[in-house]
């Protein structure tokens, strides 16, 4: 049985476990731990083959379904295959958390949402593996259903709703969008394969229209700004292992799609797309982690900063196209390679992290970040998977999140050489961008998890209990994969190589001579070269003398008191920094960009209630005034009827005559 | 060339359609008004067979007398009846002052033979000239509809729209095959039953048949 | 790879951390100087930590694993640190397992554990400080980002020996690129050892303190950890200085003959250095926090115009 | 020909009986089984011409082809179905006093007289036939629209006849100059109205009267049809008329009426070398999406909400059959079937969810899949397939429309872009408040009849995922027959 059976086996097999999940009579609990493990099993499978199939040649097979003249068409070539792989991960990881989750926490009728859940799941691999217009737009479209029905399992909060909504129609008009860019592709004669795509050639003009239509469409799930804006709002309505699972990889099947359309289908890049799409994702970069930094709310942080790693992602992509149009292909494929990295382990630990929430909410039943605290002490395991996802998040050694932006650095260092001065120009600009969109990430990331779980507790309500065992084994398996991805990266970059050799027709080895299983080198070992393991190994190696050497000379003698609190005697929780405090400094610098309202307290106050509103200023300059126009529209329409029968006849009198006069 | 005295008699029935089209549009009282009807009816069925003796079309006959059956008896009968049953008889008002309905009227005579012209060019009928009076008064009727603000009239109003239609057939083409003929009249006729049924209705609804009762389905704004 | 290699690294890393301790005394004996005041000796900082080393250790009632972790994890990052720079040689085993991009990671982690760590106990010194010191490192590490890039370009390498290499050995040509990422450079390293103007290390005054609020809840050996790598940091900023703009007398690879006169060099070097930043500490004064951004905005534009410049120039920038 | 004689008899003969007994206790049990009586020879019809190709019969006064048997056996289908749903609907009404038995009687047979005249205006091959089967039409269903004698229903029903009376007046002004352009070509008699004459002769006819001719017709069937600026009459009827006549109306009425347009524009297309024809179509195509679209967001009653629905996919449809061509004919066609099936099923859903809450105000109407999760979610799929939601049948259509649209018409597709946007926007944003969040609905004294319900979006669905090869054939054939 090939790989592409077995790929093709897995959506089915979810299909199968939905609809037996949606039968099935069991009681919550045991309908969860039985129902989501076996949709992990498939998860797995999924992963296997996957990595399979990177290496293979592309396989194809045509399904007995579809339209008439457009069965379905489905390939599974090294892209494919890739993306599949990071599906496979880190739904096993998700589905197994799920089995605990959605167990005792999450509301929504059980059966429900383990069909919606796995549904999910199936279209999204279908999306990787659809080979034809049709069907493609087939799967994402009930990718869009399936999570928002995820999205809205709490239906009785009015918020929820609102998110929900706002979501569905963002992702249908961006449906639209790339459906109306396959019309340009299939140029006109109605053969909606993605292989008749591949073979026509576009005019310069309708290949940009098509670009463009793309990165709209594509953006629009994605979260780039400006249509981002259902993002933050979706992602805490959802259950959390959802909004993992969104964010993790439903995200990543847009950039797919992004890829599949500028690299695949169309023959040719134009120069300025690149740039587009560069500008484009670090803009979205900063602006994600600048909101994200002045969030209160744990799942809002976590969704402004998806968009930041989003905008990373694309910036890279940008740079390929930029390399790939200039014939660099040696450079086009390591920052492809970058690009594509940093989709996996964006994809893991933001996925743990939302899972920490989940765990987090389940426990504590509290979201937002001004009652929690100290919990580290009480889910010492939740905590400890929560630091590696911080530590990986934030960018640092020697964790995966690290690598990738590691390789991306040295991709922008790489880009002087391109021939456009003004291009070579933009560089210094745009990896400035990039390094302060990182940073902030790391300023974040510390204020999310040391407000959570450091500290002491804000509310006497936010004490948890650590996660079950079957929710830590979700933690874990995502928590190893950082690890493991962040030592040895080597492995899954060089595994890149097919993905490489296809879309920009160069091979890995080139542009990463030398890397072995210790070494990630970009270009020339001597040029750039990083090893997670040494350096891990070097940081134990101090630790663990300078360790041993403070207890061998000194005694460890330990004395617990009340932390130091300058004479003043009631410290208690609520002078801790909080939340907003945390994001103060951000919104003093970045001010113009955020849409504030406060309400401050006079000194004379008896009862001083602070607060603060942090609105998106895009909203008001993009969306209200497109609803305000569509109602002014709809306003005059709405005179047209006007309830009088003569209006009507004159209506209909009026248009004989123009047209009996316009035929003339 | 000089007109045949059967043509001259054709083009002077048409010139009457087109005058009692006006008259209907500028007509103020309702009984007028039914007999403005009949005598359209009148006219179209003596055209018709006057259309049917020059041209020795048979069925032409049948449809001038079905004519007179229909909407020179029974159907101003019917309203006559009906409107002695609902006993309205006073003044309609228009929507418009009738000065400028008629000037309305005027140029949409205008329109309407422009628009014959090329038509009646290709109608091998005798009849072809009266095609652009048949289509005006179709139009005309059309603007009578338009005009008026009580049910009845209107309902009049489309009547004589379908009288209008009726002599367009006749005058472009001899009129149509009798199935169709026969159809029409059955769909006129049922009609008008129902517009009968409808003026009870919305009589004991609103107690009264003026339409801006029926104006209360609209966009709220 | 042979012994000699490790032998080197082994040696120039001890060096450093033995060093570390002296230069933060002789800065603050400098500055007691300029001040007109006697000082307390160069030796100040080691009696300092051993000290502390013989207390016993004091920690709050609910201070997690990560408080008591914290410090070793900053220490050895620190250390490791040291040890990727070329400040003796260029033949470092260890310097292939990292570039610049992975010694700032290197920092942000040890910084992030520093924070981590003082939010542990959840008193508001410990949190404000954090909240402090994060703010000021997301602004200065794309500054020092910046810093490291502007070299990077010239050797078209982002590995510190490469630099060292490509700087130091080639005949002697001026980077006018250089200049302004010296001066960022300068800057980022007050920011972020928490000198003067933008911390006040002998101050314990919660409206200023960003470093001393996160360490105020540690005692003994921890802290006595935490003012080691306090003094390493700044050993290490120095010695990054030096290896990137005065790298002349660099021993570069297999050159052993070279280390004695290296060591000399090095000795000088840090003599000046420090000297010149006890100076620029004693004529500025302490800023506002929210003029902090400014100055850090500052040097990140020095640094980007560096790089602006070297692109602009080409070869001969 | 035997099936034809079937198809026409049943439901004249259903009409005649019911309306003597129509009040019965039977009368809706036999209002059904003479729809399924009906259906049963639809498909009887439907296989033949699938087997034999193309046929008249009796003196070729009834043509069948491929284009008229596929909407012969879609209205038999939907009439039967919404005859099912009527069933329980209508007792409810019943039983809640709003219908005096006489009514009912009248209901019932009248309902059979409207399908009577869709069947004759489709299955006629006498253009003059179809105007008078059209005209019927609408004097079955306008005093269906008034069945209530609400003031609101009768205005309606008022507004109803008096538009469509006049705009299919126009249609037989058109038919006339049709027949003049004929008659020259064929002679009098009755021949130069049979539409298989006409088709062969399409070349040789006058191109100018037929261009007036077809101005007339577009003008009079597109009224019933609901093409804006004629649709005024649409939303009062849909509203205010009892659901199961709406659900007929816009699945059926309408169809009819656009066959009627598309019959007559092959003609003129044939006549007139130049695509004037396409171009008006398409024009008021848009001009009704946009429109259409545009109202949506304001409305506050249900059932006038999917009537504007309505409105913006016979637009859709009339767009793809102006832009003529292979595959759009195709799709037109195809998003004509699910439409019917789809808006059909919503209306069901519509009127059980309306009967719950005993109104039909949108706000009024909340968290259906509380109290009876079948109708919320039969409601939340309808509208989830009527906007174009994969993998129901109408996003399929809407796909190859879209897409031949990009490559035909390029000015068009921007702004159908923003109307199908829009009017997601509007639909959804009040179906999910009807469907989700708390309830305000009660219990039903019957068990509410969703099996038809069920049944369409099934239907659609499998329209989205797998069209049987015959039925794609026939849809081809069909798309030849419109050009």
New interface residues.
């Given amino acids: 049985m090939s790989s592409l059976d077995a790929v093709l086996a897995v959506p089915l097999y979810w299909m199968a476990v939905g609809l037996s999940g949606l039968a099935s009579a069991a009681s919550r609990g045991r309908h969860a731990r039985l129902f989501f493990p076996l949709g992990a099993l498939g998860g797995v499978v999924l992963a296997v083959a996957a990595y399979v199939a990177i290496s293979a040649s592309p396989q194809s097979v045509i399904l007995p379904l579809g339209l008439p003249d457009l069965p379905f068409h489905v390939r599974l070539d090294a892209l494919s295959a890739f993306f599949l792989l990071l599906l496979g991960v880190v739904s096993t990881g998700v589905s197994v958390y799920c089995g605990g989750y959605f167990g005792s926490a999450g509301g929504g009728e059980i059966r429900l949402l383990c069909l919606q859940y796995h549904v999910f799941l199936a279209s999204m691999a279908l999306v990787l593996l659809a080979d034809d217009a049709y069907l493609f737009m087939v799967a994402w479209e009930t990718m869009a259903l399936a999570s928002y029905f995820l999205v809205v399992t709490d239906d009785e909060v009015e918020s929820v709703r609102r998110a929900g909504l706002l979501y569905l129609i963002v992702a249908h008009v961006g449906a639209i969008a790339i459906l109306l860019c396959f019309g340009t592709l299939q140029l006109g004669q109605w053969n909606y394969t993605f292989d008749a795509m591949r073979s026509n050639t576009l005019s310069v003009g309708w290949a940009s229209v098509a670009f463009l239509l793309a990165l709209f469409g594509f953006g629009a799930k994605a979260g780039f700004v400006p249509v981002h804006i259902w993002l933050p709002e979706a992602h805490p309505a959802a259950p959390s292992p959802v909004s993992g699972l969104m964010s993790g990889v439903m995200l990543k099947t847009a950039i797919y799609g992004l890829l599949r359309v500028s690299f695949d289908l169309l023959h040719i890049q134009l120069w300025w797309w690149g740039v587009v799409a560069l500008s484009v994702g670090l803009i979205t970069a900063v602006f994600g982690v600048l909101f994200a930094a002045v969030q209160t709310d744990m799942k809002r942080l976590l969704a402004y900063s998806s968009i930041e790693n989003i905008g990373i992602v694309l910036a890279g992509s940008g740079l390929t196209i930029l390399f790939h149009t200039y014939d660099m292909d040696v450079l086009a494929a390591l920052a492809l390679a970058a690009t594509l990295f940093h989709c996996l382990n964006h994809a893991l630990f933001k996925t743990l992290l939302f899972l920490v929430t989940g765990s987090v909410m389940h426990a504590t039943s509290h979201r937002s970040l001004g009652k929690l605290g100290g919990l580290i002490r009480r889910m010492p395991w939740v905590a400890a998977a929560g630091l590696i996802g911080t530590l990986a998040i934030a960018g640092l050694p020697p964790l995966n999140g690290f690598a990738s932006e590691w390789m991306l650095f040295q991709v922008f260092l790489l880009s002087p050489s391109l021939p456009n001065s003004y291009l070579s120009m933009l560089v210094p600009v745009a990896t400035a961008a990039l390094a302060l969109a990182v940073a902030v990430a790391g300023y974040v990331i510390v204020k999310f998890y040391g407000v959570v779980f450091l500290g002491m507790p804000r509310e006497e309500s936010a004490q948890g209990h650590d996660a079950g065992s079957w929710e830590r084994a979700g933690l874990l398996w995502l928590a190893i994969w950082c690890i493991l991805l962040g030592l040895l990266p080597v492995f899954v970059v060089s595994a890149m190589d097919p993905i490489a050799r296809a879309f920009v027709g160069a091979t890995l080895n080139d542009s990463m001579q030398e890397s072995s299983w210790l070494f990630l080198t970009a270009f020339r070992p001597e040029r750039a070269s990083y090893s997670a393991l040494l350096f891990l190994l070097g940081i134990v190696l101090t630790v663990l003398v300078s360790y041993l050497l403070v207890r061998r000379f000194y005694h460890g003698r330990v004395r617990r008191s009340a932390p130091w609190d300058c004479g003043y005697g009631r410290l208690d929780a609520r002078m801790q920094d909080s939340a907003e405090g945390f994001g103060q400094p951000i919104k003093q610098i970045f001010e113009p960009l955020f849409k504030l309202e406060r309400s401050q307290p006079s000194p004379f106050d008896a009862r001083p209630v602070y607060r603060s509103k942090i609105e998106d200023r895009i909203w008001y300059w993009a969306y209200a005034p497109v609803i305000k126009a569509a109602d002014h529209l709809s306003a005059l329409v709405g005179v047209l009827h006007h309830g009088r029968v003569h209006l009507y006849l004159i209506y209909s009198f009026a248009t004989l005559l123009a047209l009996l006069l316009l035929i003339q | 060339m000089t007109l045949s005295f059967t043509q001259q008699l054709i083009n002077l029935m048409a010139c009457l359609l087109l005058l009692i089209a006006f008259a209907m549009v500028s007509q103020r009282r309702i009984l007028r008004l039914i007999y403005l009807f009949a005598l359209q009816g009148l006219v179209l069925a003596i055209n018709t067979a006057v259309v049917a003796l020059a041209t020795q079309q048979p069925h032409l006959y049948f449809s001038a007398a079905l004519t007179l059956g229909l909407k020179v008896i029974v159907l101003p009968w019917l309203l006559h009846r009906l409107i002695d049953r609902l006993n309205i008889r006073w003044d309609i008002e228009t929507l418009l002052n009738i000065p400028t309905i008629m000037l309305v009227g005027i140029v949409v005579v205008i329109i309407a033979f422009n628009l014959a012209l090329p038509i009646s060019q290709l109608a091998g009928t005798i009849t072809r000239s009266s095609l652009g009076i048949a289509m005006a008064s179709v139009l005309l009727s059309f603007l009578m509809m338009i005009t008026r603000r009580k049910a009845v009239p209107q309902v009049i109003g489309f009547l004589a729209m379908e009288n209008g239609l009726f002599f367009a057939a006749t005058s472009a083409t001899y009129g149509m095959p009798m199935v169709v003929e026969l159809g029409i009249a059955l769909d006129v006729l049922v009609g008008t039953f129902i517009f009968g049924i409808f003026f009870f209705q919305i009589r004991e609804t609103f107690d009264s048949l003026d339409i801006h009762h029926l104006e209360k389905l609209k966009e709220k704004t | 790879m042979n012994p000699e290699f490790f032998a080197s690294q082994l040696f120039q890393t001890l060096l450093a951390v033995l060093l570390a301790p002296v230069m933060l005394g002789w800065v603050n004996q400098c500055r007691a100087w300029l001040q007109n005041k006697t000082g307390p000796g160069v030796l100040q900082p080691y009696r300092v930590i051993l000290k502390l ?2 207390k ?7 201070a ?1 694993w ?1 408080f008591r972790f914290a410090p ?2 900053v ?3 620190m ?2 640190a040291v ?1 990727i720079v070329p400040i003796l040689a260029t033949d470092l085993p ?1 310097s ?4 610049v ?2 010694l700032v ?2 920092f ?2 040890a ?2 554990f520093m ?2 760590a003082a ?10 400080g ?3 010191e ?2 000021v ?3 200065a ?2 500054a020092l ?2 810093v490291f ?1 502007t070299p ?2 010239i050797s ?4 510190l020996t ?1 630099i060292v290499e490509t700087l130091a050995h080639r005949e002697l040509t001026i980077y006018p690129s250089l200049a302004f990422a010296a001066v960022a450079f300068v800057m980022l390293l007050l920011a972020e050892n928490a000198r003067i103007p933008v911390d006040n290390p002998a101050t314990h005054l919660e409206l200023t303190m960003i470093h001393e609020a996160m360490i ?2 540690y005692s003994a ?1 921890h802290l006595a ?1 935490l003012e080691w790598a306090h003094a390493l940091k700044l050993m290490t900023y120095a010695s990054i200085g030096i290896a990137l703009f005065l790298p002349w007398g660099i021993a570069s690879a297999g050159q052993w003959a070279m280390m004695p006169l290296s060591i000399l060099a090095l000795l000088l070097k840090l003599l000046l250095g420090s000297a010149a930043l006890a100076v620029l500490e004693a004529v500025s004064a302490k800023m506002r926090i ?1 003029r902090v ?1 400014e100055f850090l905005g500052m040097a ?1 534009l020095l640094a ?1 115009l560096g ?2 410049t070297r ?2 120039l080409g070869s001969a920038g | 020909m035997i099936e034809i004689a079937l198809l026409l008899g049943l439901p004249l003969a259903g009409a005649m009986l019911l309306a003597l007994w129509g009040n019965r206790a039977w009368a809706a049990d036999m209002n059904a089984s003479m729809s399924l009586l009906t259906l049963l020879a639809a498909a009887a019809l439907t296989a033949r011409t699938i087997s034999q190709g193309p046929m008249t019969a009796w003196r070729e006064l009834f043509f069948v082809d491929a284009l008229n048997v596929f909407l012969v056996a879609l209205t038999a289908f939907v009439a039967f179905t919404t005859a099912l749903f009527s069933r329980v609907y209508m007792r409810v009404e019943q039983e809640r006093g709003k219908l005096s038995p006489a009514r009912l009687r009248l209901y019932h047979s009248m309902y059979q007289m409207f399908n009577f005249t869709m069947l004759l205006a489709l299955l006629t091959n006498n253009v003059g036939i179809l105007w008078v089967a059209m005209e019927g039409a609408t004097l079955a269903t306008v005093l269906l629209v008034s069945l209530y004698r609400t003031p609101a229903s009768i205005e309606a029903a008022w507004k109803y006849f008096i538009l469509c009376g006049v705009g299919i007046a126009q249609a037989l002004f058109g038919t006339i100059l049709l027949y003049l352009a004929a008659e020259k070509v064929l002679g009098a008699g009755g021949n130069a109205l049979l539409w298989t004459h006409l088709h062969a002769v399409q070349e040789q006819l006058e191109p100018n009267v037929l261009s007036i001719a077809f101005v007339f017709v577009l003008v009079g069937y597109g009224t019933k049809v609901g093409l804006v600026p004629l649709h005024n009459w649409l939303p009062d009827a849909h509203a205010e008329g009892p659901t199961p006549i709406s659900a007929v109306l816009s699945g059926l009425l309408l169809n009819v009426a656009l066959y009627a347009v598309v019959r007559n524009k092959v003609l003129v297309d044939g006549a007139l070398a130049s695509h004037l024809a396409g171009h008006l179509m398409m024009g008021f195509g848009l001009l009704s999406v946009l429109v259409a679209a545009l109202f949506l967001s304001r409305q506050k009653d249900v059932k006038r909400l999917f009537a504007y629905s309505s409105i913006e996919h016979m637009g859709i449809i009339t767009f793809a059959l102006g832009m003529g061509g292979p595959v759009a004919s195709f799709a037109g066609l195809l998003h004509m079937t699910a439409h019917s099936l789809t808006k059909s099923a919503i209306f069901f859903a519509v009127g059980h969810a309306a009967q719950k809450t005993g109104t039909q105000i949108i706000d009024q109407i909340r968290g259906l899949i509380r109290t009876s999760p079948a109708v919320g979610w039969g409601l939340m799929l309808g509208s989830i397939a009527i906007l174009g939601m994969p993998p129901f049948g109408v996003f399929a259509s809407e796909f190859l429309i879209l897409t031949t649209a990009m490559q035909q018409q390029p000015w068009a597709a921007p702004l159908l872009l923003a109307a199908l946007g829009v009017a997601f926007a509007a639909i959804f944003s009040k179906v999910q408040a009807m469907v989700f969040g708390e309830t305000t609905a009660q219990r039903l004294p019957h068990p509410p009849a969703l099996l038809p319900v069920f049944l369409h979006l099934f239907l659609v669905l499998l329209l989205g995922l797998y069209i049987p090869p015959y039925l794609a054939e026939w849809y081809r054939t069909a798309a030849g027959l419109v050009g």
């Fill in positions: 080393f013989r016993d250790a004091v920690l709050a009632h609910n997690s990560l070793y994890a220490f050895g990052c250390v490791l040890s260890f292939p397992a990292a570039d991009i992975a990671g290197l942000a982690l910084r992030v924070a981590l939010m542990d106990v959840g008193t508001a010194f410990g949190s404000l954090a909240r402090r994060m703010f490192a997301s602004l590490e794309p980002l910046m890039f990077a370009l078209q390498s982002t590995a490469t105020l809840e050996r950890l929210f951004p990140f980007v790089m602006l692109l602009l």
